[in-house]
């Protein structure tokens, strides 16, 4: 059996997307090289904060548990993994935006809590991805909501929802949409 060019070509492509697959999403994006991602945030409710590195040449699996436990559901303490790429999206916002603190209005939230907003609030979805660690409510001091809002829609990396009269910007790793 004889292997053409065209074969050798394909073969080569191939390799070279499954060798970016396993990569994060903002590796991926760039052809730059990797550098350490950071995070700087505090949850609103529980002041707890994290300043930090998250990633450096990969996750950095006692920083994501940190993470993890400050981003946890405070109304019933249980604690989920977060989405890594809402990680990444989230220090490309913060690199941009100077490094500045993100206040948390919400994270991690158990079935049993969004249940209990949903009760009390027309604008909490029954599958919200917060329960999956999918979604987080943020906004920085000293930065106009509505620029954050603008910034993460270019991304054009998941959902972003604008609730003005709340003060916040919602963010998901969900499927490209805003409201």
Do not use: C
Not at 36 to 58: A, I, Y
Request: proline share 3%; aromatic share 8%; no cysteine.
């Amino acid at each position: 059996m004889t292997i053409n060019r065209r074969q050798i070509l394909a073969g080569l492509g191939a390799a070279t997307l499954f060798s970016f697959a396993g990569l994060p999403a903002v590796a991926r994006a760039s052809a730059a090289p990797l550098s350490p991602l950071n995070l700087n945030l505090v949850n609103l409710h529980t002041g707890e904060r994290f300043k930090g590195t998250f990633f450096e040449k990969d996750f950095l699996p006692d920083a994501l548990g940190e993470l993890n436990k400050v981003l946890r559901d405070h109304r019933t303490g249980d604690v989920h993994a977060i989405d890594k790429t809402l990680f990444e999206w989230m220090a490309s916002l913060n690199q941009r935006l100077e490094g500045k603190e993100f206040g948390i209005i919400s994270g991690y939230r158990s079935p049993a809590s969004n249940a209990g907003l949903r009760a009390n609030s027309t604008g909490v979805a029954k599958k919200s991805l917060h329960m999956q660690g999918k979604a987080i409510d943020i906004r920085l001091a000293g930065v106009k909501t509505a620029s954050i809002q603008k910034m993460a829609i270019k991304d054009h990396r998941g959902g972003v929802g604008y609730y003005a009269k709340s003060d916040f910007v919602h963010i998901d790793t969900g499927r490209p949409r805003s409201w």
